[in-house]
T-cell receptor, first 113, second 114 residues
Framework: DQQVKQNSPSLSVQEGRISILNCDYTNSMFDYFLWYKKYPAEGPTFLISISSIKDKNEDGRFTVFLNKSAKHLSLHIVPSQPGDSAVYFCAASGGGGADGLTFGKGTHLIIQP | SQTIHQWPATLVQPVGSPLSLECTVEGTSNPNLYWYRQAAGRGLQLLFYSVGIGQISSEVPQNLSASRPQDRQFILSSKKLLLSDSGFYLC?????????????FGQGTRLTVV
């Protein structure tokens, strides 16, 4: 049973436009959510996070929105840049298991010039 | 500043051979340590985590084991590799439960079992 779902395996966005990556979760005990960015053959790097007590967190070009009632979060990148092309993983913690993170399968974001 | 080292970067091993991947963390004490695996077409799966020396918890039953002989050293092992063990293995650390929840990852090891 996949508790964190990223239903779009890939997303193509034109440079300068907004990229919106979506993530859904099923475990209502999750209380902290994170986005990681991963380039090929490298480890994921932390991008931005949000606590369940908030509905929005912003850091430069990156904004994460959380809709607890819908168990949905999204990552907005504005404006999108070529260096943003990577795989983005949504992750959640606090689900009653280990302190480790539960990851989605990732979305491959491709920024078109 | 904290850093995490993981090696080797790539590894090709025959079926039935042993495995040992090592991970060390610098610049922090008593971190939580994790081993994740990313198999082809799948997300990151937590394999093992450790909250202290000699304390290992397994999330998924498998052909692998983990050990933590020192506070900042985490080792992933197998006595006999299977083809299904191929994947991208990632070590990570985090500050023990509290305000900070972010996990910081190493560069990963690409393991191909042939």
């Amino acid at each position: 049973d996949q508790q964190v779902k990223q239903n779009s395996p890939s997303l193509s966005v034109q440079e300068g436009r907004i990229s919106i990556l979506n993530c859904d979760y099923t475990n209502s005990m999750f209380d902290y959510f994170l986005w990681y960015k991963k380039y090929p053959a490298e480890g994921p790097t932390f991008l931005i996070s949000i606590s369940s007590i908030k509905d929005k967190n912003e850091d430069g070009r990156f904004t994460v929105f959380l809709n607890k009632s819908a168990k949905h979060l999204s990552l907005h990148i504005v404006p999108s840049q070529p260096g943003d092309s990577a795989v983005y993983f949504c992750a959640a913690s606090g689900g009653g298991g280990a302190d480790g993170l539960t990851f989605g399968k990732g979305t491959h974001l491709i920024i078109q010039p | 500043s904290q850093t995490i080292h993981q090696w080797p970067a790539t590894l090709v091993q025959p079926v039935g051979s042993p495995l040992s991947l090592e991970c060390t963390v610098e610049g922090t004490s008593n971190p939580n340590l994790y081993w994740y695996r990313q198999a082809a077409g799948r997300g990151l799966q937590l394999l093992f985590y450790s909250v202290g020396i000699g304390q290992i918890s397994s999330e998924v039953p498998q052909n692998l084991s983990a050990s933590r002989p020192q506070d900042r050293q985490f080792i992933l092992s197998s006595k006999k590799l299977l083809l299904s063990d191929s994947g991208f293995y990632l070590c990570a650390w985090s500050v023990p439960p509290g305000f900070f929840r972010e996990a910081f990852f190493g560069q990963g090891t690409r393991l191909t079992v042939v």
